[in-house]
């Protein structure tokens, strides 16, 4: 059962943080593009924008999800401090009394740096999503699928040295230089990359990327085909039931 660990706390996080970033990049995009053509930049910049609200509004539970799931894990590096939680509640609890309330925010400047990997993967999606539509009426399952995975596998390369170190921050256990103790500034930030450089050399910050790359382009992939069915399955219901009142 070990790599099923978390599976919950994630599983949580995840439906907490789509449901935010789609709903928020629905939502805007409705708003500025008004039936009109969407275009790259107005993606990027919509991307962008969910993201923050994203980050905001969702990095508590990504901070606990990352402690529980390396909770019990045997560390190397006598720099981190093991954690006991009994769960999600208790993790609040006891992140809230020992570290402040605040500590529920560890890792978000990083995080708000990597809002770029959804709008970087958004982008490219909307982008592939066009050119295809020119040529046919509508995606298939397929198509949604490859291009759902290429989106996510080009974002999750760029930004990947950042994602690194914002699980180490999330993580929150790490003992830091102790000249600057704010979790998440741009000193700890570059403190840890330089670190892991130091450490494991330059490919050092693409350490693990192949494992990350199949977690998040399966998940990616699968959650843009189910998406677009989701969606046509929904409007062909509205339309059914416009169809009706007239």
Avoid at 136 to 164: N, R, W
Wanted: charged share 15%; aromatic share 12%.
């Amino acid at each position: 059962l070990a790599p099923y660990r978390g599976w919950f706390p994630v599983i949580s996080s995840l439906c907490c943080s789509n449901f935010v970033y789609f709903y928020t990049f629905n939502s805007l995009k409705a708003l500025w593009v008004k039936g009109q053509h969407s275009t790259t930049g107005k993606d990027l910049v919509l991307g962008v924008v969910a993201g923050v609200v994203n980050v905001l509004s969702t990095t508590p539970l990504w901070v606990v999800n990352t402690r529980l799931k390396l909770q019990g894990a045997k560390f190397r590096n006598e720099d981190i401090v093991p954690t006991n939680y009994k769960g999600i509640i208790d993790a609040f609890h006891q992140i809230i009394r020992d570290e402040g309330v605040l500590a529920l925010w560890n890792g978000t400047f990083p995080s708000l740096l990597l809002v770029f990997n959804p709008a970087i993967q958004f982008m490219f999606y909307e982008g592939f999503k066009r050119k295809l539509l020119k040529k046919q009426l509508q995606l298939t399952s397929l198509d949604a699928f490859v291009i759902g995975a290429i989106a996510k596998a080009v974002a999750t390369t760029l930004t990947y040295p950042l994602q690194t170190v914002q699980s180490i921050l999330r993580f929150g256990r790490h003992r830091l230089n102790p000249e600057n103790r704010t979790l998440g500034s741009l000193r700890n930030v570059l403190y840890l990359l330089q670190q892991r450089v130091r450490r494991f050399g330059l490919m050092g910050l693409y350490k693990g990327l192949e494992a990350k790359l199949l977690q998040t382009v399966l998940t990616a992939a699968l959650m843009f085909l189910v998406y677009e069915k989701l969606t046509a399955a929904t409007f062909t219901v509205m339309g059914l039931k416009h169809s009706r009142k007239h």
